[in-house]
């Protein structure tokens, strides 16, 4: 299977620990991208990074959370000291160029206890 | 900033009935307008796209959208729905440039068919 690949897919953990998800894109795309969705609602956008550089960050992003693509490949997004409200699916999605179709993962489901 | 509404929470059907999900969207640009589907217990899938052309266009599965741009919407259509469709559809937009970031989606619409 060559397409976007997340791990873990669930992840359950205590409020206060830290907790880190991966994502491995589709090899050819340059572009990757972070969501978070919460029940009854459709993604919202995190931060998103062309190759290394990690070009913007939503509001949403807290200086709790920090996403890296240290080599322009697979991408890590750490949440430090955790909360309930942080409760929710992570996607990650690719894309070839900035317009193009973004190709979503299947998901890190965290829970927060 | 950009905004996308779906109308309909939960849409509930028989097979064979027809389908139209309503997305309107806010953004004073060029866009990108998307429908991904999510079936049960798997992940987000594109359903169709419209970057330019021709407004009506064609997806997977007989499922179409027709782009009005005066009416800011882009909603999808399925002449005769199957028990097989029964899955949550998200509409997206995205700035129509190169350097086109983020998606923003909406809350999503449940579609149950029933058999």
């Known amino acids: 299977d060559t397409g976007v690949s997340q791990d873990p897919r669930h992840k359950i953990t205590k409020r206060g620990q830290n907790v880190t998800f991966r994502c491995d894109p589709i090899?050819?795309?340059?572009?990757l991208y972070w969501y978070r969705q919460t029940l009854g609602q459709g993604p919202e956008f995190l931060t998103y990074f062309q190759n290394e550089a990690q070009l913007e960050k939503s509001r949403l992003l807290s200086d709790r959370f920090s996403a890296e693509r240290p080599k322009g490949s697979f991408s890590t997004l750490e949440i430090q000291r955790t909360e309930q409200g942080d409760s929710a699916m992570y996607l990650c999605?690719?894309?070839?160029?900035?317009?193009?179709?973004?190709?979503f993962g299947p998901g890190t489901r965290l829970t927060v206890l | 900033a950009q905004s996308v509404s779906q109308h309909n929470h939960h849409v509930i059907l028989s097979e064979a009935a027809s389908l139209e999900l309503g997305c309107n969207y806010s953004?004073?640009?060029?866009?990108?307008l998307f429908w991904y589907v999510q079936y049960p217990g798997q992940h987000l899938q594109l359903l169709l796209k419209?970057?330019?052309?021709?407004?009506l266009v064609k997806g997977i599965k007989g499922f179409e959208a027709e782009f009005i741009k005066s009416k800011f919407s882009f909603n999808l259509r399925k002449p005769s729905v199957q028990w097989s469709d029964t899955a949550e559809y998200f509409c997206?937009?995205?700035?129509?440039?190169?350097?086109?970031?983020?998606?923003?989606f909406g809350d999503g619409t449940t579609l149950t068919v029933k058999p």
């Open positions: 999605a690719s894309s070839s160029q900035g317009a193009d179709t973004q190709y």
């Open positions: 997206a937009v995205n700035a129509g440039s190169t350097n086109a970031g983020k998606s923003t």
């Open positions: 090899s050819e795309h340059n572009r």
């Open positions: 419209y970057f330019s052309g021709d407004p």
């Open positions: 953004y004073g640009g060029t866009v990108n």
